[in-house]
């Protein structure tokens, strides 16, 4: 499995980017597709995920920080995750990661990054004033 985020870049704050991430190989259609991001010399922390519900369901989950200005998206044909970042703040600036799962992770269970077994390099967003 192979995953390659794209998307990153340097904008102010109020601006806005769109991270993607593509998946190689695997099956994740019926698990999670997540976000987290990583601060200089702070720990990774989960941003957003995609949790499958079931059926053609899928329900979204956020870190209450980013509640309303980002949403993430995926599409299953194009093992592809995406992640709409609205009205950036400085306090955003991370580098992101995308983490899917092959199986549906319990609500409680989607914010630890040890339930994730798979990483891509991560992209770099900066956001300043």
């Known amino acids: 499995v192979q995953l390659q985020a794209s998307g990153g870049g340097q904008v102010q704050t109020g601006g806005f980017l769109r991270l993607s991430c593509v998946i190689s190989g695997g099956s994740f259609s019926r698990g999670v597709r997540a976000w987290f991001r990583q601060a200089p010399g702070k720990e990774r922390e989960f941003v957003a995920a995609?949790?499958?519900?079931?059926?053609?369901?899928?329900?979204?989950y956020y870190r209450d920080s980013v509640k309303g200005r980002f949403t993430i998206s995926r599409d299953n044909a194009k093992k592809t995750a995406h992640l709409q970042m609205n009205r950036l703040k400085e306090e955003d600036t991370a580098v992101y990661y995308c983490?899917?799962?092959?199986?549906?992770?319990?609500?409680?269970?989607?914010?630890?990054?040890?339930?994730?077994?798979?990483w891509g390099q991560g992209t770099l967003v900066s956001v300043s004033s």
């Open positions: 995609s949790n499958w519900n079931g059926g053609a369901s899928y329900l979204a």
């Open positions: 983490a899917p799962t092959a199986n549906r992770i319990n609500s409680g269970g989607l914010r630890s990054s040890d339930r994730y077994d798979y």
